[in-house]
């Protein structure tokens, strides 16, 4: 099977780290490979990135179907432009964000997600964001380490002291069973961390490949009944 | 106050409708325009279509707040690229589809929606809709016509006898009180359907027309924890 | 266009606050009023005065549609008497609690209000006025401020200090984008507060005065399938 | 104990057959009264007849006190005037609506409710009515069966007629695995309508009864915190 | 009538307590015996130790079927094997759990519970207990005391304080208007917790209790739609 | 990986036709067996079936652990004993009615699932079993098609025929995009109703089959905050 993977932003770096992961993860008959849009903002860091980053990634399913990938992987947490994605092919299309809190729900009661920026800021955006999935009884929290996404890689053991003590924040005072890492830069350090907490971490785009390759294992597709194309645009 | 507003598809005849409507609407001191993107699709029939009619809504947000508007209003009943453009400005932005129901809110217990296309088609794409405002408790039903968008115009009298059919299902079956026009091309119609239905039939772009006035008067504008831009973007 | 504001307590200062406020506000061709009931409590601290204010704001609707008003507005956070003064009329009612959370989801993703009195005793009442509409998924908290009523007016800035302490937490605790003041005594401080914290500061009175002047420009009325008078009292 | 019961209307007939209802079934030790306010509506049929017989009950509650009983029941289905009547004293206070879907609640996994009046009239105001008690998960239906309150008793046999219809739609269709009989003037009903159905009838007075006599055996009050009268009222 | 209250666990000394209470609580009319199956673990702390306890739950129910008991009950907080004894029988069957917190409804808008061990780990155990009556909009917290079951009897009045400690924390932090006892070690405690906190305690087992004696005076029965054994189990 | 499958109930030849399905679509370097309890009931059709089931399920959990599988997945559609199995080990486990809604969840936007039995006995049942998960957004309706188990197998083609009809109906009435078929017995029907029905249909035990595959494939465990046995039993 062969899985395209679509970083939205256009950070190439990312998209290297999402498809070396990816591949280190893949079944041996599973080809995944990680791509970016030509053109877009280079971070999704709220709604008027995820707009702009949206027709790139359109583009890249479309390019993706013509050259007969299987499935498609969004790897962004926020699942930019899932839906419209959708409407274009019956092949699967998979939001990181909405597969990690799927598997997360089969390994707990309750998910928390860690975040970069501050907390106040991204708590209720993510509520909002886990509500249009439907998943708001099994939502603990969604918390910021207040690190700014290029700091993340500078010191790489002081973000996982951070990523250990609002996970443990989370455990402790929300109610978490799962944590899940909801930044790409954040990637290769779910084992650390699952070791440090004692509770799964889950790697969003590690969840999505694994579901993917189940998925098309099983031969499954989008449903065609609100996910489409509307008429005037089929020929 | 200036005031304007955006119809995210380049239908232009569409525009100008809206734009005849609201200048009806409008108090003598507004001063309100209509306008299209310069480029994008032509309807917005899904997630697709959204997609790519966003970026063009941004850039009249943009070219907007450049001309000094002091608010701006959404014109598709699924808000279109709203969070995207109340990230851009502290202005208000509106959409017509939030508008509506909140109008509906304060003259009835539950509304209806009223909408092209066939019934099994939209409910729950609307519904999932109705519930990103969390306002799934006053929501009774949407109600596709089974005509498309082009059909109408084509014979206005038809159009509203079926318009007349389901919303009165909508009110004797699904508990309706208050009745909402999800489409530009039923503008004009409101008040020969109320007289036939007998409860309040919103045509929603007049209904975010006047909150947008009130909110001007007011003096209130968009709050900017969530919806703004990231750091990297403002200089 | 005539609207009647009612004050549900028949506290004549707050009465005349009130209307100083909303005339402030009004359009040039808003003529508005400001009364309390002949009878009735003096003020509204919970569901036994709401209990006693209820006729006296009844009889004070019927005066005014006798009077040829236009519209009517209930000038008390909780809405005394909202459904029955429906009943009354098919001319729109607006309580000034529902109006400040409407506009407040047009502004923000979240709303707090700020109250007197202490914070243990108010969260949950609130917490149910606010489910009453549905609106829980954007009520971020209810919190009070310790001060009588009567203790607002004695040292203005000290209100207005911890109104803005409150406040604070409300934004960074709570998650709060938009702060309601869900007390008539803060009536001319939210242009002060809102410089202070930074975010929306909603009048309820002139929320529903604004929205109010909007709906009747529209020409909407109340919805009588449920809110209407029983057979045997029509004649 | 001494149970006094307040039908919040003047229609003294129903009164009588509510305490007649009520002394079939209280227990020896019980003693059991049913009064209705000396002014106020004559039925209750709708937000402003409620609003108008609050004070009568709260006058009723008033004069139970000094009359030394030890607990109030509110027997209008809608629990007229419940919570400003627990604002007046710590004896416990039961609506007969709340009492009736508890203990349906512990009899089946769903309720609908039987009541006169045509059905689309009625759904949306008792599904408001469930949501106050936070019962909503329970709720199947409530199902008018166009009779007015005077029609009841006409024909009695054909009242109990047209309930088993309904009461079969409202298991079939809507789920229900108990009903609640919400009208004073079903009274005596329940038995027969259960043999007809196969599922349990409730009679609310009755329930809120016995459930007031369990609550008094064991000493239990009303709690304090948030039913209470405000500082200024207390002397 | 005829009582029999099943403690699904097999420590006898809790059994006792169980009965004790009981009769000290039971109408002169009513005979109550509390009893534990043979054979099944001697507590009830999770998930596991439940499934093992239901079998011989259902044991007890069979046996006191053929004995004529009219009703029964199940005393673990977390209401073990409830449905599958209400498969059994048409007799009613309530469970301690579900009791307390219908009973609470009536006393107060939002009731926490208060349980052995600590917090973090039972919060949202018990949220989807709740959950699962469709209460949670009544559900303030449960609040772990730190103690094993074993413990708690040690230094009765080191529990009291600590019971007292969390209750008020239920009550200030959490919002609970009403405190239940979640564990057979608490009972007896109610009524000193009760003074020292102002707000109404429940005894579980005692709710129950006189919950049945209502329902079984009233003569109502389990709905057997979907609480019934299969066909073919029938004969 | 070595995956066990524990059918609860001790039908033989149904657990063989769920290991034939599965071994069907393991992948290469999947070994996996089925298996049914020792004792225990030969079907489960309602929480006293699950009961009695559960404690063969958790010893066969247990002979499991010792054998050394990597996975267990209980395939009753009503995930009989899954918390309680989840207690006893932190290698994964899941139902299989949980994995097909998680499943259909990334395959569109809501799911019906179709059982044995008349429709208005199972929909509450199954809508509260949807609920446990915090899925009730998800869910479109649960239809029973009107057959016995036995009676499935009698005329597969009638079978077929109503399954399809009842499957057309969920998606044109009831909103499905999915559909979960909802008992063993409808094992390798899933491709010809997929394409009968042009929506995907999904067989529980492949989904929980292919989604075992990826959490193993990943390393997750189960997450032992709340899941994991009591101290009393650790030794």
Known sequence: MRIKIINPNT???GTKRIER?????????????????????????????EALAVPGVLEEIKKGIEDGYDG????????????????????????IGEASMHMACMLGRRFSMLLPAPRWDITYVLAEFVRRYGLEARFASARGIGLG????????????????EEGTKAILQDGAEVILLGCAGFAELDKKLEKELGVPVIDPVIAALKFMEAILDYGKK???ISFRLPERLKK
């Open 11 to 13: 950070h190439l770096e």
């Open 21 to 49: 992961v990816a591949k280190a993860h893949a079944r041996s008959d599973t080809e995944v490979i990680a791509v970016s849009p030509e053109k877009g903002p280079d971070a999704i860091e709220g709604s008027y990135d």
């Open 72 to 95: 498609f992987i969004i790897a962004c947490f926020l699942d930019t432009g899932l839906y419209a994605a959708r409407d274009l092919t019956d092949k699967p299309v998979i939001g």
């Open 149 to 164: 996404v290029l700091d993340i890689d500078k010191d790489i053991n002081k973000t996982l002291e951070i990523l250990k």
């Open 222 to 224: 989008t449903s065609k």
